[in-house]
């Protein structure tokens, strides 16, 4: 029986991680899915327990990137994510790094999504497993929010196979390239959010955007491998720019009214206790 969903998972060295995603994997409600574990050039022993689980579960495709992968632009699990996407069978398709687990009905709740014709991708809210942080992202987005900033985090997300396009490029944002390609082609349908904490984020591997700045140039460099001339892309990085000041100036009101709120707390509980 074909696949209706095919997860894509590089990994590289990730032998400390792979067990671990292949059973959240096997835990979801929705059954009917193919997971392509595609092996990146590791040196540790990950492979070794992928062919195993393979064996024990036809739904599970080890694979390994080709021989003749450009060792110059190993910057990413770009490669790896476009020899999944070749080999996927299913008309959805979802992304998960080796690091992020998923709620069990997390494909459950996406694929009912996806019944209506009218919506080309879905994605949800997520959480940290190391910082005890979430996120909340917007309920609906537009092809123009991709201009300013990166609204849907890989390992959240779910699209048809059609709107996959050339996949990933070569660039340090590989993910954000790709959403801008992928928004291309969106024409009337909707991006939502099924406004609920189904992806738990790892933080473990591979975080290369923590600095803002170099975020900022790795972000003119992905409008540029969109096809965006100097002009529009310098454009879009004062976009960038703006949005995520205004990110930062938000979250930082909050911290700090949540500090202010705490000390009012305590303030009062130490006046009843005194009372």
């Not at 992968?69 to 998960?96: E, M």
Request: charged content about 20%.
């Amino acid at each position: 029986m074909k696949p209706a969903v095919s997860i894509i998972t590089p990994y590289l060295n990730a032998e400390a991680f792979i067990l671990k995603l292949i059973e959240n994997i096997k835990l979801q409600t929705f059954s009917n899915w193919e997971l392509l574990l595609i092996d990146d050039d590791s040196s540790d022993g990950g492979h070794l327990k992928v062919e195993l689980a393979a064996s024990l579960d036809k739904r599970i495709k080890p694979l390994r990137s080709p021989k003749e992968r450009n060792k110059l632009s190993r910057i990413g699990p770009w490669f790896a994510r476009n020899f999944g996407l070749k080999n996927a069978q299913a008309n959805l398709i979802a992304f998960l790094d080796v690091d992020d687990l998923w709620h069990p009905q997390k494909l459950e709740f996406q694929v009912a999504m996806h019944q209506n014709k009218e919506i080309a991708v879905t994605y949800s809210n997520h959480s940290s497993r190391i910082i005890n942080a979430e996120r909340i992202f917007p309920s609906c987005v537009s092809s123009q929010d991709f201009l300013s900033h990166n609204p849907i985090p890989l390992s959240c997300s779910m699209l048809d196979k059609s709107l996959v396009g050339r996949g990933f490029t070569a660039t340090f944002l590989e993910d954000y390239c790709f959403w801008i390609d992928v928004s291309k082609r969106i024409e009337g349908q909707g991006i939502r959010n099924l406004n609920n904490f189904l992806t738990y984020y790892g933080e473990h591997l591979d975080n290369r955007n923590k600095n803002k700045f170099h975020s900022l140039i790795y972000s003119y460099q992905a409008y540029r491998a969109a096809g965006f001339g100097m002009f529009h892309s310098s454009l879009c990085c004062a976009r960038w720019i703006v949005h995520h000041s205004l990110r930062l100036f938000k979250e930082s009101f909050i911290r700090k009214s949540c500090q202010r709120f705490s000390t009012i707390d305590d303030h009062m509980l130490h006046h009843f206790e005194a009372n």
